[in-house]
């Protein structure tokens, strides 16, 4: 069973960086459409980005596109998501995950709180 280990989350102002890291512990890592996924505070969890198996395509929400970058490294087994300009709409518990049916195997998260 996969396990994902988020982590890189803080607590930043608004316009500031940060870069998620996620560790997946399974042998099917390589052939999985991997997302990054968030839920804010009240609301229901969703889809901020994905990156396909080999890395070569991604896709972003309307509200991260411009300013946030996935990537992933199959070495490693490693996701990655690169926030640049944070907004304080931006936080949340964020999570990676296979996509689009994610596993039901979530990780811990890892809290992003951005101020203003």
């Known amino acids: 069973q996969a396990q994902f280990v988020e982590s890189g989350g803080g607590l930043v102002q608004s316009g500031d960086s940060l870069t998620l890291s996620c560790t997946i512990s399974?042998?099917?890592?390589?052939?999985?459409?991997m997302a990054w996924y968030r839920q804010g505070p009240g609301n229901a969890r969703e889809s901020v980005a994905t990156?396909?198996?080999?890395?070569?395509?991604?896709t972003y929400e309307d509200f991260v596109k411009g300013r946030f970058t996935i990537s992933r490294d199959n070495a490693k087994h490693t996701v990655t998501l690169q926030m640049n300009n944070l907004a304080p709409e931006d936080t949340a518990v964020y999570f990676c995950?296979?996509?689009?049916?994610?596993?039901?195997?979530w990780g811990p998260g890892t809290q992003v709180t951005v101020s203003s």
């Open positions: 399974t042998g099917f890592f390589n052939i999985w459409t």
């Open positions: 990156v396909s198996p080999t890395g070569a395509y991604t």
């Open positions: 995950n296979t996509s689009p049916s994610p596993l039901r195997s």
